[in-house]
C-alpha cells in the first residue's frame, strides 16, 4: 500500500527497524523494553513500534546532556564552530527534504504538499536564523554610578539542561522552533515528541549525529506525556522546561516545575479571532479565512477559529466560503492532489466530533460540513469534514474552547468596538486577523487587540526572525526572532574594580 504511493526508498527501511531513543549518542532500548505503536492516520495501519521511555530514560538523558553541558567539547566550542554544525544540519535537512516531508506525513497525515513546502523548509530556515546568531550574541557595558570606579558588563550565558516538549501538529517544525535557539545559545537539550508523531525527530536525529554534534548535546527520548513529559518538567537536574502544547497540560507544567524552580516558557492555545471589515478586499480576506481554518486540518494553535464578520457582507462570505469548501479535497496526504488531510488520531477525531455535537445541541448550526458518515472510504482514517458553523453565540462553547480541528464558528458584528470587545473576551490571546483597507481602522483594531501576532490583511504568517508568542492563557515567553534568546540565556552581570 505505501509502495503504490511512490514511497522515498529510506522510509520503508527505517520503518522495518523498531525505533529506539538517542542518549548521549547512542540508539537504546527503554530502560523498560516496552514500545509503542505509532501509526498512520489515514488507513490506521501501524507505521512501526517506537521506544517507550520513562523517568528511568530521562534521567539517563538528563545525565548525559549535563555531562555534555559540564564538560564536553560542546562547552568549549567556539561559537563559529556551533554554528557551522547547525548549519551542517540545516543543510542535511534540506538534502533529505522529499523523505522527511513524507515520513512527516505518514506520521501526523497532513498532505504532503504542505510538509515538503511549508514544515521541512520552514524547519531548515529556522536552523539557519539561529544558526546566524551563535556570533552575535553579546552582553552590554553598564555607566555604572557606584562608588569607586568599575567596569560593569553583561554575559548571556546558556541556561544549562533545557527540556523540551512538543506537540504533534507541526513535529519538525516544533523540533527546529525548540532546538535552533537552544543550541545557538549553547545549551544542551532533552527533547521529547509527541507519543503520536515521533518519527521525523528521530530521523532528525541521526541528522543531527551526522552533522557531528557531539554526544549528549541533543537527546531525544520518546514516550507519553504522563510518564516521560512528567519525568521531565519535574526532573531537579533540569534547568528549563519549554513546552509547546494545550493550555491545559502548560498549568500542570508550571506546577510540576517548581521544585528547582526551574525556568519555564509556554507556548499553548489559541481561539483566534478574525475580523473582516465590510471594506476589505474580499478577494483575498474569503481564501485566506478559509486557509486559516482548514490549513493543516485546523490543527493549528493560531487557526483562525473564530470568524467575525460585518454583518452587511455576512451573507456574502458564508455563502463564497461554502461554495469553496466543496472543492476542498479531503484524502490521504501522500497524494499530491490531497488538500486536506486526517486528523492525527482517534483521540482527536473523537474530541472534534463531540465538539461538533456539543455545538449543534448548544443551538448552533452546521451550515456546511458535520460528522463524517462511516460509509465512506475516508472512513477508514481519522477524517473530519471542513466545517462551518453559523448562529454562533459568543459564550457557546464551539466559541469559547479551543477545538483544533476544521471546525469554524462565523459570527456577525455591528461596528469596531463590538467585534474588539468581542474578539478579546477569551481566556486565549495567541493570534488575531484584521480585514480592512483602512489603515487608521486596521492600526486601531491591531492596537486594540488583547494578541500575541495580529495580521492584518494577512493571516497564519510567521518567520524565524518574528517573535512569536501568547498574550493571556496562550503563554510565558516569546519564541522566534532575537526574543527566543532571552528564553535559552542567562544574563551574568560582571564587576571588575579597575581603581
Ligand atoms: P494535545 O492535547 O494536543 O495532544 P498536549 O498538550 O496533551 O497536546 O501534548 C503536547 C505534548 O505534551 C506531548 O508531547 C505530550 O506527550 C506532552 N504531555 C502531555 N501531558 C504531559 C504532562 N503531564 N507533563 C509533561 N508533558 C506532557
Not at 246 to 253: A, D, L, P, Q, Y
Request: aromatic share 8%; with cysteine.
Amino acid at each position: 500500500m505505501h509502495n503504490e504511493l511512490n514511497l522515498h526508498p529510506n522510509i520503508p527501511k527505517f520503518l522495518a527497524q523498531p525505533k529506539r531513543m538517542l542518549i548521549n549518542g547512542q540508539w537504546v532500548e527503554s530502560t523498560s523494553g516496552k514500545q509503542f505503536e505509532t501509526l498512520n492516520p489515514a488507513t490506521r495501519e501501524v507505521l512501526t513500534k517506537v521506544a517507550e521511555g520513562d523517568k528511568e530514560d530521562i534521567n539517563c538523558a538528563v545525565q548525559a546532556a549535563r555531562k555534555a553541558f559540564a564538560e564536553g567539547p560542546w562547552s568549549r566550542m567556539k561559537p563559529n564552530e556551533r554554528s557551522r554544525l547547525i548549519y551542517k544540519l540545516a543543510d542535511l535537512i534540506e538534502q533529505n527534504a522529499d523523505e522527511l516531508a513524507q515520513l512527516e506525513t505518514l506520521d501526523n497525515g497532513k498532505p504532503v504538499r504542505e510538509s515538503r513546502y511549508v514544515d521541512i523548509p520552514s524547519s531548515c530556515e529556522h536552523f539557519r536564523y539561529y544558526a546566524g546568531w551563535v556570533t552575535k550574541i553579546t552582553g552590554e557595558t553598564f555607566p555604572v554610578s557606584a562608588p569607586g570606579n568599575f567596569l560593569n558588563y553583561t554575559r548571556r550565558e546558556p541556561i544549562g539542561v533545557v527540556g523540551q516538549i512538543v506537540p504533534w501538529n507541526f513535529p519538525l517544525l516544533m523540533a527546529a522552533w525548540k532546538l535552533a535557539p537552544a543550541l545557538a545559545c549553547g545549551n544542551t537539550i532533552v527533547f521529547k515528541p509527541a507519543e503520536q508523531t515521533p518519527l521525523t525527530t528521530l530521523r532528525l536525529g541521526e541528522l543531527i549525529q551526522e552533522a557531528g554534534f557531539p554526544d549528549g548535546v541533543v537527546n531525544i527520548v520518546t514516550g507519553f506525556g504522563e510518564t516521560a513529559g512528567a519525568a521531565l518538567v519535574k526532573h531537579e537536574d533540569v534547568d528549563k522546561i519549554a513546552f509547546t502544547g494545550s493550555t491545559e497540560v502548560g498549568k500542570i507544567i508550571v506546577g510540576e516545575a517548581k521544585g528547582n524552580l526551574k525556568k519555564v516558557s509556554l507556548e499553548l492555545g489559541g481561539k483566534n479571532p478574525n475580523i473582516i471589515f465590510a471594506d476589505a478586499d474580499l478577494s483575498k480576506a474569503i481564501p485566506a479565512a478559509l486557509a486559516a481554518i482548514f490549513f493543516n486540518q485546523g490543527e493549528v494553535c493560531t487557526s483562525g477559529s473564530r470568524l467575525y464578520v460585518e454583518r452587511k457582507i455576512y451573507d456574502q462570505v458564508i455563502s463564497a466560503m461554502t461554495e469553496a469548501i466543496q472543492k476542498i479535497k479531503l484524502g490521504n496526504g501522500l497524494m499530491p492532489s490531497t488538500e486536506m488531510g486526517p486528523l492525527v488520531s482517534e483521540e482527536q477525531l473523537k474530541r472534534v466530533n463531540d465538539y461538533i455535537e456539543i455545538g449543534q445541541k448548544e443551538g448552533a448550526e452546521i451550515y456546511v460540513g458535520g460528522l463524517q458518515s462511516d460509509e465512506t472510504e475516508l472512513s477508514k482514517g481519522y477524517f473530519v469534514k471542513p466545517t462551518i458553523f453559523t448562529n454562533v453565540d459568543d459564550q457557546m462553547t464551539i466559541a469559547k474552547e479551543e477545538i483544533f480541528g476544521p471546525v469554524l464558528s462565523v459570527l456577525p458584528f455591528d461596528n469596531t468596538d463590538d467585534v474588539i470587545c468581542r474578539a478579546n473576551h477569551s481566556t486565549f490571546g495567541l493570534a488575531a486577523g484584521v480585514w480592512t483597507k483602512d489603515v487608521s481602522k486596521a492600526h486601531r483594531v491591531a492596537n486594540a487587540l488583547e494578541s500575541g501576532t495580529v495580521w492584518v490583511n494577512a493571516y497564519g504568517l510567521t518567520d524565524a526572525a518574528s517573535p512569536f508568542g501568547g498574550y493571556k492563557q496562550s503563554g510565558i515567553g516569546r519564541e522566534m526572532g532575537s526574543t527566543a534568546l532571552d528564553l535559552y540565556t542567562q544574563i551574568k552581570s560582571i564587576w571588575v574594580n579597575i581603581d
